[in-house]
């Protein structure tokens, strides 16, 4: 590699994993640069999940000659210092907040990897300043004292989103984002990554909702049977036929505004 080209955000090749018995990965090679705002598509059950754990060193590939995993340029991360570098919002990290912990709790605690603040963390000053920043960037500074369990879904999601930006990472990581969220939680979301990916964070989006997509993502990856079935160009690979195909289930899809939608 040129030393002036920089080391791609995330380079999968010929991954393959194990989830029990079961292959969940296969052969799969996927590479994202780091300016890129790139969605993963794909029905339940495709592989959607195992890939973040893999990304996130929750899952470790098959050992095998020509398979390898890196993360800007990296084989090997201390996963404590990846964490600062990739923030993740999931479904797994909403499920494992404290709901006594605070919205401020919430967001410093993504110094610590954990989802609230204990008695060995050391919360100084300058992680203060972060965290009020952090809120305040996502105009939830009114969440700062509130409880995670007096919090809707939306706004805790929010919350998690703070908690992913106090490192000032290369990229943000969402794991079907809207899930279990309401209308307007959605929009907000939504409008919430699109400002993100203006203001410059790269964004990695995994989904089986096309209305997730927001206007910024412009490259669209398709994922079955733990394989990528498809990449290109959004408006390319977003095709009514080959999403019909995906799903397994005739589709109708508009666009509008730079949005899709399927039903």
Same mark, same amino acid.
């Given at each position: 590699?040129?030393?002036?080209?920089?080391?791609?955000?995330?380079?999968?090749?010929?991954?393959?994993?194990?989830?029990?018995?079961?292959?969940?990965?296969?052969?799969?090679?996927?590479?994202?640069?780091?300016?890129?705002?790139?969605?993963?598509?794909?029905?339940?059950?495709?592989?959607?999940?195992?890939?973040?754990?893999?990304?996130?060193?929750?899952?470790?590939?098959?050992?095998?000659?020509?398979?390898?995993?890196?993360?800007?340029?990296?084989?090997?991360?201390?996963?404590?210092?990846?964490?600062?570098?990739?923030?993740?919002?999931?479904?797994?990290?909403?499920?494992?907040?404290?709901?006594?912990?605070?919205?401020?709790?919430?967001?410093?605690?993504?110094?610590?990897?954990?989802?609230?603040?204990?008695?060995?963390?050391?919360?100084?000053?300058?992680?203060?300043? +972060? %965290?009020? &920043?952090?809120? =305040?960037?996502?105009?939830?500074? *009114?969440?700062?004292?509130?409880? /995670?369990? !007096?919090?809707?879904?939306?706004?805790?999601?929010?919350?998690?989103?703070?908690?992913?930006?106090?490192?000032?990472?290369?990229?943000?990581?969402?794991?079907?984002?809207?899930?279990?969220?309401?209308?307007?939680?959605?929009?907000?979301?939504?409008?919430?990554?699109?400002? +993100? %990916?203006? &203001?410059?964070? =790269?964004?990695?989006?995994?989904? *089986?909702?096309?209305?997730?997509? /927001?206007? !910024?993502?412009?490259?669209?990856?398709?994922?079955?049977?733990?394989?990528?079935?498809?990449?290109?160009?959004?408006?390319?690979?977003?095709?009514?036929?080959?999403?019909?195909?995906?799903?397994?289930?005739?589709?109708?899809?508009?666009?509008?505004?730079?949005?899709?939608? +399927?039903?």
């Amino acid at each position: 590699m040129n030393s002036t080209t920089p080391a791609p955000l995330l380079e999968m090749r010929y991954v393959t994993v194990m989830r029990g018995s079961k292959i969940a990965l296969n052969d799969f090679s996927l590479r994202i640069g780091v300016d890129e705002h790139v969605a993963i598509l794909g029905p339940n059950g495709c592989g959607k999940s195992t890939l973040i754990k893999t990304i996130t060193r929750e899952c470790y590939p098959v050992c095998s000659e020509n398979s390898s995993v890196s993360i800007l340029g990296q084989e090997s991360w201390n996963v404590f210092q990846l964490r600062g570098r990739l923030g993740i919002i999931s479904n797994d990290l909403m499920l494992s907040c404290t709901g006594e912990a605070s919205g401020r709790d919430v967001v410093l605690s993504g110094f610590f990897s954990s989802t609230a603040i204990w008695p060995n963390h050391e919360v100084d000053s300058e992680k203060r300043t +972060l %965290a009020e &920043a952090a809120l =305040a960037e996502l105009k939830i500074s *009114h969440l700062a004292e509130r409880p /995670v369990s !007096e919090m809707s879904s939306g706004e805790a999601r929010r919350v998690l989103v703070a908690r992913a930006l106090v490192h000032r990472p290369y990229a943000l990581l969402f794991d079907e984002p809207c899930n279990s969220l309401d209308l307007a939680a959605q929009h907000n979301l939504r409008q919430t990554m699109s400002s +993100l %990916a203006k &203001a410059g964070t =790269a964004l990695i989006l995994v989904t *089986h909702e096309l209305a997730d997509i /927001v206007p !910024e993502i412009q490259r669209v990856v398709l994922m079955s049977g733990g394989r990528v079935v498809a990449d290109g160009p959004k408006d390319e690979i977003l095709q009514v036929e080959r999403l019909s195909s995906l799903f397994g289930v005739n589709l109708q899809m508009t666009r509008r505004d730079g949005h899709y939608y +399927l039903w």
